[in-house]
């Protein structure tokens, strides 16, 4: 995809939103951190769920660790992976505690150290946190890319590699969360809406559903 097309869906999806957010719930950085290891391959909708009373009471490292990890399955428990999942955040609550004095670290290297965190988890904090233009790459974003043909990639490092590289950097900042609600309401995997979508003239998907 040329650079006028690709900055005039950036242009748009900005107008559309000018200032997007994610979706999880959170008040600091160490819950966006937590929220986002239970996220995934789960809905933000059954994470906030699950995190709405956890954070009440175990909203830092030290109450999470206090709080043991049987019991913090049972807050997470209708979330898929709960039980790989609560091991991960206990080991990062206490390397968190024990070495980072509670904060969150802000580069992606210390950040892909703690158990459960790779590198879309990073950038996803990275970006949220800290306000670097990093790009998380899930599976909406990685759909999009492909089937726009924005950042057209066989897995998730390609991907965000190119649109690291296609993405003018005014726009990068907010890329990925445009792409996310793109691919999460209106370029969705199995029906997507494209008589919904507003770049749909810049698209190169070649099954688009152009009527409802």
Not at 138 to 145: M, Y
Request: positive net charge; contains cysteine.
């Amino acid at each position: 995809m040329n650079k006028n097309n690709i900055t005039s869906i950036f242009k748009i999806l900005r107008k559309n939103n000018p200032n997007p957010v994610t979706e999880l719930h959170y008040k600091n950085t160490f819950q966006l951190l937590i929220a986002v290891i239970l996220s995934a391959q789960a809905t933000d909708k059954s994470v906030n769920a699950a995190t709405k009373d956890l954070f009440k009471i175990a909203g830092t490292p030290k109450k999470m660790l206090s709080m043991g990890e049987a019991k913090l399955k049972n807050y997470i428990k209708t979330i898929g992976l709960y039980n790989a999942k609560a091991k991960n955040v206990m080991k990062t609550c206490k390397i968190l505690f024990d070495y980072y004095k509670s904060e969150i670290p802000n580069n992606r290297e210390d950040l892909e150290k703690l158990p459960g965190v790779g590198r879309k988890t990073a950038n996803v904090v990275l970006n949220n946190a800290f306000g670097q233009p990093t790009i998380g790459v899930d599976t909406h974003v990685f759909r999009v890319s492909n089937r726009l043909g924005l950042a057209p990639g066989k897995n998730v490092l390609e991907v965000e590699k190119k649109l690291e590289k296609n993405i003018p950097e005014k726009y990068k900042l907010h890329a990925h969360h445009w792409l996310i609600i793109l691919g999460r309401y209106t370029c969705i995997a199995r029906k997507p809406k494209c008589f919904n979508c507003k770049v749909l003239e810049f698209c190169n998907y070649k099954d688009k559903r152009i009527n409802e």
